[in-house]
């Protein structure tokens, strides 16, 4: 089935990689998710990615390092403090992050992401990624995901060796989360200041957001620069503000995923999914992440317990979608005596 003239005209210019505007976006996406628009939206977005990577996948790998009550209070996260639910401080020992780190490396993750609640101290951070930093391959990305921060952390994060960071303006900043917005600006302008690269996340989406909504979040990924882009589900977390507020499902996710990726066009070098799903990586993204420790969608102290997929889960994921995943050459595992 052919897709309608009006949707055709739109996708010919996003694959001639011509920069889509608000409208054509709002338009994509309100297309019937069952549609032939809908499919044509997805192989449009997945025939780009595919032009752009030479249809090869890559493997980000996210420890989290503490499970703290969190004043920011984000109503998605069960991590935020006035929901009661995290009632005792639990911390990843250093060495098991550097452990984990090695791990992820050794079964091929492309990048490895450092995790932790807003509140954790910058300096604890920054002493823990050194040593990371230390037991990994030089070329391998090293990415903080932390609270908000000024520029002289920001120097301070490329001195201990971070290539990025990982930092998004969530829907509805500052009604849903008590981040006051301009803050969380201001860490954008310190991470490009510093030359951080960005990694952006359009998160964390559940029904209760509207088209104009999910297309600004767009629009500021554009504004923001992001090269690095990504779409989140929300997941209703028991006992969190939106434990009732339903999900979307991994098709609707897939539309978001695949006008996303219309959107942005060559602004972006990788387009991911954010929990891995096939269907997405039918639709445009390429880019899943293996995850491990701490996870604000997920109520296990370990995720991988859980939610959360081991490198080679999203390997076979990746391959099913069609995407080859080359290993990097990890570096072997040195004993703990030789570390020690
Ligand atoms: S999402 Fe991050 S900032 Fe928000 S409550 Fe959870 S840990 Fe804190």
Not at 76 to 87: A, E, N, P, S
Not at 139 to 145: Q, S, V, Y
Not at 224 to 241: D, H, K, N, Q, W
């Amino acid at each position: 089935m052919e897709a309608s003239p009006e949707i055709r005209t739109i996708l010919d210019r996003a694959l001639d990689e011509t920069a889509l505007s608000r409208e054509d976006s709002l338009r994509l996406l309100s297309v019937d998710i069952n549609s032939s628009d809908c499919g044509a939206i997805m192989a449009a977005a997945n025939r780009l990615t595919h032009r752009h990577t030479d249809s090869h996948g890559t493997i980000y790998s996210q420890i989290g390092i503490n499970i703290w009550p969190c004043p920011e209070n984000c109503n998605f996260c069960y991590l935020g403090r006035k929901h009661g639910i995290v009632t005792s401080n639990y911390e990843m020992p250093p060495g098991e992050v550097v452990e984990k780190a090695i791990a992820f490396e050794r079964d091929g993750a492309d990048e490895i992401y450092l995790m932790t609640t807003a509140n954790y101290p910058v300096e604890r951070f920054i002493e823990i990624g050194q040593e990371v930093r230390r037991a990994l391959q030089p070329h391998m990305e090293l990415i903080a995901n932390i609270g908000d921060f000024k520029l002289p952390t920001a120097y301070r994060l490329l001195d201990a060796g971070f290539t990025g960071v990982y930092h998004v303006y969530r829907f509805r900043e500052g009604i849903d989360t008590d981040i006051e917005p301009e803050r969380r600006r201001a860490t954008f302008k310190a991470i490009k200041e510093a030359g951080l690269n960005l990694r952006y996340c359009i998160e964390p989406v559940g029904p209760e957001h509207s088209d104009d909504e999910i297309v600004e979040q767009m629009m500021l990924a554009r504004g923001f620069g992001a090269e690095i882009l990504s779409v989140m589900r929300r997941i209703p977390v028991p006992g969190t503000p939106n434990q009732w507020s339903g999900e979307l499902t991994e098709l609707e996710i897939a539309r978001i995923v695949a006008v996303a990726r219309l959107t942005l066009g060559r602004q972006i070098r990788q387009m991911g999914v954010h929990e891995p799903s096939l269907f997405s990586l039918r639709a445009g993204a390429h880019r899943i992440c293996a995850e491990v420790g701490m996870n604000p969608r997920d109520l296990k102290i370990d995720t991988t317990a859980g939610r959360g997929l081991s490198v080679k889960d999203c390997e076979n994921l990746l391959r099913d979608a069609g995407f080859s995943h080359n290993r990097r050459q990890a570096s072997p595992v040195p004993s703990l005596i030789e570390r020690a």
